[in-house]
């Protein structure tokens, strides 16, 4: 079984120039193999393209983009069309949308937030042992 997707990933940051963003996309090919009950995904890149701007010299579509990624499932058709607008206008694959069989996504804000809380969740079970570890040396 083969899968195909399309990939977009946006991240503002500070460079030492000022205010930058940066935009990763890439076109790949996952072949499935199942083999004694259990499941193999291969993975090949078909095609990536990495841009970084100033935040003054950035297309007004990447500007308004939250940071995040977008993941899109795709039919082999749409696929083969990406790869061919690939190589005559490679920008525009990190701002199209394409139809798609599924999209997930996720913005950078959720995945810190989600970091966030796992962090504090792990300081609270560090503190609670250390507590009950206290609790047992002074019976």
């Not at 308004?64 to 993941?71: A, C, S």
């Not at 199209?96 to 937030?113: A, C, D, G, N, V």
């Amino acid at each position: 079984m083969m899968n195909f997707y399309l990939t977009q990933s946006k991240k503002s940051y500070q460079s030492a120039d000022g205010d930058a963003i940066s935009m990763h996309s890439y076109l790949v090919v996952e072949s499935v193999t199942r083999s004694l009950g259990q499941e193999f995904k291969n993975h090949k890149l078909a095609w990536e393209a990495e841009d970084r701007w100033l935040l003054a010299d950035a297309p007004e579509k990447i500007i308004h983009m939250p940071d995040g990624y977008q993941r899109f499932e795709l039919s082999e058709p749409v696929f083969a069309s990406l790869r061919l607008l690939a190589e005559t206008q490679p920008k525009e694959l990190h701002t199209l949308t394409p139809f798609s069989r599924k999209r997930t996504s996720e913005t950078f804000i959720e995945q810190q937030q989600a970091e966030a809380r796992r962090e504090f969740h792990f300081n609270d079970v560090a503190k609670s042992l250390k507590q009950m570890f206290k609790d047992i040396m002074t019976v």
